[in-house]
């Protein structure tokens, strides 16, 4: 029988937590043919998820999580759950409510015939706004130009990742995460299925405006060096311009005589020129700061508790003790 993790981030979810467990429960419960296990991992919640997750264990044998010693942000919760996942497949879902699980059963299907990343895109968000879908798309179509790795539009961290692709995540360490665009890095044989996303089940939404507008910028920054790209080229032509001016200046100079006149102008193109430089100090500041929080090489998150950590020390007790006797069997 084959094992499925189900992944499930979670932060401040008290609200929702006991109503997506209840769900799981039941989704699966009719996937029969398949062993689960439900992997949640607490973001450094301050509210009492972590209590309704501890309950969810005492009575469920099929629950495990990860509790984090803070709150690092979805990204690398995600990056804990990759790597205490130990099914051959991971499904990864929204604590809210608005990923229906019901499209476990189309995943699964699909991950059978062969496909190693199943991706849920999603066609319609009830209450979205259409400015909020504007600026999405927006956004997507300014990432896909000036990426070099495809990214799916409207295709989330919703979806099915066959073992192999856990693995190959699990290698890419870096401490500002865009995990949508690394799982186009990865490769491996995709598949496509839609879902229209429901309202949230209870509480509000963690992601405000400053975190969204963090995310777009990893996004662009870690796939792309375009922004350095265009702001040399627009260097270059301010340049250009600028040496030309400065001919035009030095001949006519010299033939009818310096000027007063002209302050107003001068003043206009030197905070125009210093408005450029700081603009491209501020780009080149950006790759520079992701390059220094890389090279601390820093561990991407701490754990505070895990649930079979128990466990896992009697296993290491016990390949220790085995090891000792496989060296005493080889000395005699």
């Not at 495809?150 to 856990?166: M, T």
């Amino acid at each position: 029988m084959k094992t499925i993790t189900i992944l499930i981030p979670a932060y401040n979810e008290e609200a929702v937590i006991d109503k997506m467990y209840k769900k799981l429960d039941v989704v699966c419960g009719e996937l029969s043919q398949y062993s689960f296990e439900f992997l949640f991992v607490n973001d450094g919640s301050k509210d009492r998820t972590m209590d309704y997750i501890k309950e969810f264990k005492r009575r469920d044998s099929r629950v495990q999580y990860v509790d984090l010693s803070r709150n690092f942000g979805k990204e690398t919760a995600m990056l804990a759950g990759f790597d205490y996942a130990k099914g051959d497949a991971v499904i990864i879902i929204d604590a809210d409510l608005q990923q229906p699980p019901e499209t476990f059963a189309e995943m699964i299907h699909w991950w059978e015939e062969g496909y190693d990343d199943v991706y849920a895109v999603r066609i319609e968000r009830e209450g979205e706004t259409w400015f909020k879908k504007w600026t999405s798309n927006t956004y997507y179509t300014l990432l896909q130009k000036v990426a070099k790795v495809k990214v799916y539009p409207q295709a989330g961290d919703f979806r099915l990742l066959d073992k192999k692709c856990i693995v190959a995540l699990r290698q890419l360490r870096e401490h500002e995460r865009y995990t949508k665009g690394m799982y186009g890095w990865i490769g491996f044989k995709k598949k496509e299925i839609s879902y229209i996303a429901e309202p949230r089940a209870a509480g509000e939404t963690k992601w405000k405006l400053s975190a969204l507008l963090n995310l777009a910028l990893n996004g662009i920054t870690s796939y792309s060096t375009m922004p350095l790209r265009i702001w040399s080229i627009i260097g270059f032509i301010i340049s250009m311009f600028a040496f030309i001016y400065m001919a035009v200046e030095i001949i006519r100079t010299a033939l009818f005589g310096a000027e007063v006149a002209g302050y107003p102008s001068l003043i206009a193109g030197i905070l125009f020129l210093g408005g450029i430089q700081l603009i491209s100090l501020g780009i080149i500041g950006e790759y520079l700061g992701r390059v220094f929080v890389e090279t601390k090489e820093r561990p991407v998150y701490f754990i505070q508790e895990y649930s079979e950590k128990e466990n896992e020390q009697k296993n290491q007790i016990q390949d220790e003790w085995k090891k000792e006797m496989d060296l005493k069997h080889d000395e005699n």
